[in-house]
């Protein structure tokens, strides 16, 4: 396993669409492997799709942070987070294949976790999501199912600390 990257967050920009697009199509690989698509019809969805789930969360979390997860200066994926009084919620974070499985997903939700205080941290998940594994090995628990996506929770407490969930 690589040693863990220097990991930074910085706004996402309008210039960044390209690279935002490449990470959407890589939180949907898993379905975009199952679809007798060529790649311009993927590339087709996978633009409809983005702008879609853009449009939502600007107007449903008009307050949300969207970053761009940089490891060692290199675009990494993406961050979505929207804080409120009683929630962290984290509506997307997709680390692009060349850096998964290096500590960065860990890293920044440690980060939030530890930011979170009195706080719930909350994510959907869709229910074969590898990451799901990830979640749960730092402390979240499934608190609601519709049978695509769980809802996981995070509440601090004794013995939620981010550091004892290694």
Same mark, same amino acid.
């Given at each position: 396993?690589?040693?863990?990257?220097?990991?930074?967050?910085?706004?996402?920009?309008?210039? /960044?669409?390209?690279?935002?697009?490449?990470?959407? %199509?890589?939180?949907?690989? !898993? $379905?975009?492997?199952? &679809? =007798?698509?060529?790649?311009?019809?993927?590339?087709?969805?996978?633009?409809?799709?983005?702008?879609?789930?853009? /449009?939502?969360?600007?107007?449903?979390?008009?307050? %949300?942070?969207?970053?761009? !997860? $940089?490891?060692?200066? &290199? =675009?990494?994926?993406?961050?979505?987070?929207?804080?409120?009084?009683?929630?962290?919620?984290?509506?997307?974070?997709?680390?692009?294949?060349?850096?998964?499985?290096?500590?960065?997903?860990?890293?920044?939700?440690?980060?939030?976790?530890?930011?979170?205080?009195?706080?719930?941290?909350?994510?959907?998940?869709?229910?074969?999501?590898?990451?799901?594994?990830?979640?749960?090995?730092?402390?979240?628990?499934?608190?609601?199912?519709?049978?695509?996506?769980?809802?996981?929770?995070?509440?601090?407490?004794?013995?939620?600390?981010?550091?004892?969930?290694?």
């Amino acid at each position: 396993m690589s040693e863990t990257p220097n990991i930074t967050l910085r706004p996402a920009t309008a210039g /960044d669409r390209e690279l935002l697009l490449a990470v959407y %199509a890589a939180s949907r690989e !898993i $379905e975009l492997s199952m &679809v =007798p698509w060529d790649e311009e019809q993927k590339r087709t969805f996978v633009v409809h799709q983005f702008d879609a789930q853009t /449009d939502y969360y600007t107007k449903t979390f008009p307050g %949300a942070t969207h970053d761009i !997860i $940089e490891a060692d200066s &290199v =675009p990494a994926g993406r961050l979505y987070v929207d804080r409120r009084n009683d929630e962290i919620a984290i509506l997307d974070i997709t680390v692009l294949p060349p850096f998964r499985r290096r500590g960065i997903g860990t890293h920044l939700i440690r980060n939030l976790q530890n930011e979170a205080s009195e706080r719930i941290v909350s994510v959907y998940v869709e229910g074969f999501n590898p990451s799901l594994q990830l979640f749960e090995k730092l402390g979240f628990t499934a608190v609601s199912n519709d049978d695509v996506n769980l809802r996981l929770e995070w509440r601090s407490g004794p013995g939620s600390s981010p550091a004892s969930s290694r």
